[in-house]
Every structure is written in C-alpha cells, then in structure tokens.
C-alpha cells in the first residue's frame, strides 16, 4: 500500500532564515506530487505540483520553491522566510485518482 | 472555471442525529467529487468519491454521500452522528486535466463539523 511521509512535523523558525520541508511517497511510481498550505485552520490553496522529476509548476507567486530532485521526493524551499509563510503545509500524491495527503507541517515563523 | 462551494462555516448536531455537510460545484463537463476529513494538526484523510454510476456513494466511517446532477450537489451525510465525528470535512472536484492524465483537485473552504454528546 501507498504511504506518504513528511517531516518536520512542526518547526519554528526566525524572520529570514531558510525553510526545508520534505516530502516522500512509498508504495507507488511516478505520482503526481502537490504541496498545499492551509492558513487559520480552513482552505487549502496549492503551492506547486509536479508530474515528475524536475518539473515543477507554481500556482502563485510567493516567497517558496518546489524542487523533485527524485520520482518520490517533493521539496517545500525558502531562502528568507516572512511571517506570512506562518501555516501548516500538506504534501499529497495521486496517481489517476485522488490520492492521499501526507500528515503535514505546521510552520511558525517569528 | 471550476469550482466548489460549501455554503457553511459550521455545523452542528447531536450524537445520535443524522448530519449533513452540504457542497455544491460548478464543473464544465462530467464532475469527479470527492469528500475528505481533516482532524486537528493532521494531514486529510481521503473519505469518498464519485467518479460515475449509482449517485449514492458510500465511504468510510459511515459515511455516503448523494450526487445530485441537477442541483449540482454532492452533500456528505450519515445516519447517526458521533462525537468522533468532530472534524474538517473538505469537498472537492475534478480541475484541469494535467500532463499524464491526472488532475488537481478544487477544494472547498471546508466545514467545521461539532457533534456534541
């Protein structure tokens, strides 16, 4: 069966310090990989997807980056991390259907 | 555009009562729905589908939920509610058709569901 991992589970970074989540799938080739953000508990709004290795598409513009340097691995990056970056971040995979979301990342940025 | 609408913030019921999360969608062909639960600090978990066939679908936990074409609504339900209920339920439908045949899904604001005892 597919298994979706994520870590950290939590993190609490300063002002302009660098942010790496990470994101890893088991149990299933060639997915489809998103990273959303749910800010204050409610709607999620997606961050990127890939269809595959290396190739990344940005749904808005904003302060993160998405690398898949591997068929199962998804990459959440910052260089300078702002307060609005502050919320919980789910990675998620789907292969023709619907997939499954990964446990998520809750980021508090001061 | 495609898009989807759960027209309440909250709901409310109690345990023992039958609860409905309502949805409705706005798609510019056949709809895929999707009904998903969030409890607090976690990931979604995947709960039902409609993809085609009967307009009843059931899911886990107990749950169904009931595609009404004409009224452009897929409302999750269950007969008799818990207290483990409590939780985030997302609706969402089918978006573009991505390189490979896949899609990105459209979510709802989400709904807060509160069974108490």
């Known amino acids: 069966s597919q298994t979706i991992h994520q870590w950290p589970a939590t993190l609490v970074q300063p002002v302009g310090s660098p942010l790496s989540l990470e994101c890893t799938v088991e149990g299933t080739s060639n997915p489809n990989l998103y990273w959303y953000r749910q800010a204050a508990g409610r709607g999620l709004q997606l961050l990127f997807y890939?269809?595959?290795?290396?190739?990344i598409s940005s749904e808005v513009p904003q302060n993160l980056s998405a690398s898949r340097p591997q068929d199962r691995q998804f990459i959440l990056s910052s260089k300078k991390l702002l307060l609005s970056d502050s919320g919980f971040y789910l990675c998620?995979?789907?292969?023709?259907?619907?997939?499954?979301f990964g446990p998520g990342t809750r980021l508090t940025v001061l | 555009a495609q898009s989807v609408a759960q027209p309440e913030d909250q709901v409310n019921v109690a345990e023992g009562n039958p609860l409905t999360v309502k949805c409705t969608y706005s798609?510019?062909?056949?709809?895929?729905l999707f009904w998903y639960v969030q409890y607090p600090n976690r990931g979604l978990q995947f709960l039902l589908k409609?993809?085609?066939?009967?307009?009843l679908v059931k899911g886990s936990y107990g749950f169904e939920a009931e595609f009404n074409k004409s009224q452009t609504s897929f409302h999750l339900k269950k007969p008799s509610a818990l207290v483990s209920d409590s939780a985030l339920y997302f609706c969402a439908v089918r978006d573009m058709v991505m390189a490979g045949g896949s899609y990105i899904p459209t979510f709802g604001r989400g709904t807060s569901l509160i069974v108490h005892p």
């Open positions: 890939s269809v595959g290795i290396g190739q």
């Open positions: 409609y993809i085609t066939g009967d307009n």
């Open positions: 798609v510019s062909g056949n709809p895929y």
């Open positions: 998620a995979w789907s292969v023709g259907g619907p997939g499954d």
